[in-house]
T-cell receptor, first 116, second 110 residues
Framework: DAGITQSPRHKVTETGTPVTLRCHQT?????MYWYRQDPGHGLRLIHY???????DKGEVSDGYSVSRSKTEDFLLTLESATSSQTSVYFC???????????????FGSGTRLTVV | QQPVQSPQAVILREGEDAVINCSSS?????VHWYRQKHGEAPVFLMI?????EQKGHEKISASFNEKKQQSSLYLTASQLSYSGTYFC???????????FGKGTRLHILP
């Protein structure tokens, strides 16, 4: 299995505080993603990265920022946490295989974030 | 742009078959299928590229109708281990990001 870890696994934080979630991979994959999962909404894309310092917004990016200074690390920051950002956050990685198409995503174990 | 999955939920008895559908309003490059068990991360099942190919994984297979922008996941002779939520994800080109449907909850009874 691909090596991908998320930290922390659980976090409780107060409204208005900044929070940073970390995704670390050992597979040297180019593509990395942050999704949030909420009941009734499925998985929604927050931000994604196609390489070092190459990031872009997803469908629910407001209130979030990301950074990727190294291939292996993709950080998600909640600039000022709100209760609506209480969710489970998943990081995912993928790569283009030799046949030219993108392989399936491998997901991290998730971070359960509660904003009180 | 979010693909639409149907049904939202299915309850089956072990050994029965199920079909989960995924449809998009956009022209697609590929469709992914994932399964997520409660409290765990989604796990990749298979990918289908435009061209209508059908792929299989154990007793789980899928098809992709490029003209209709639809994909279906077939679970044959379902097992208890098949319980979970199934997500389809769609991409419009190779370098696109996956947009996931809202999921279909599948519950298998003994």
């Amino acid at each position: 299995d691909a090596g991908i870890t998320q930290s922390p696994r659980h976090k409780v934080t107060e409204t208005g505080t900044p929070v940073t979630l970390r995704c670390h991979q050992t597979e040297n994959h180019r593509y990395m993603y942050w999704y949030r999962q909420d009941p009734g909404h499925g998985l929604r894309l927050i931000h994604y990265s196609y390489g070092v310092k190459d990031t872009d917004k997803g469908e629910v990016s407001d209130g979030y920022s990301v950074s990727r200074s190294k291939t292996e690390d993709f950080l998600l920051t909640l600039e000022s946490a709100t209760s609506s950002q209480t969710s489970v956050y998943f990081c995912a990685i993928s790569e283009v295989v030799l046949t030219g198409f993108r392989n399936g995503y491998t997901f991290g174990s998730g971070t359960r974030l509660t904003v009180v | 742009q979010q693909p639409v999955q149907s049904p939202q939920a299915v309850i089956l008895r072990e050994g029965e078959d199920a079909v989960i559908n995924c449809s998009s309003s956009k022209a697609l490059y590929s469709v992914h299928w994932y399964r997520q068990k409660h409290g765990e991360a989604p796990v990749f099942l298979m990918i289908l590229l435009k061209g209508g190919e059908q792929k299989g994984h154990e007793k789980i297979s899928a098809s992709f109708n490029e003209k209709k922008q639809q994909s279906s996941l077939y679970l044959t002779a379902s097992q208890l281990s098949y319980s979970g939520t199934y997500f389809c994800g769609t991409l419009m080109n190779r370098d696109d990001k996956i947009i996931f449907g809202k999921g279909t909850r599948l519950h298998i009874l003994p």
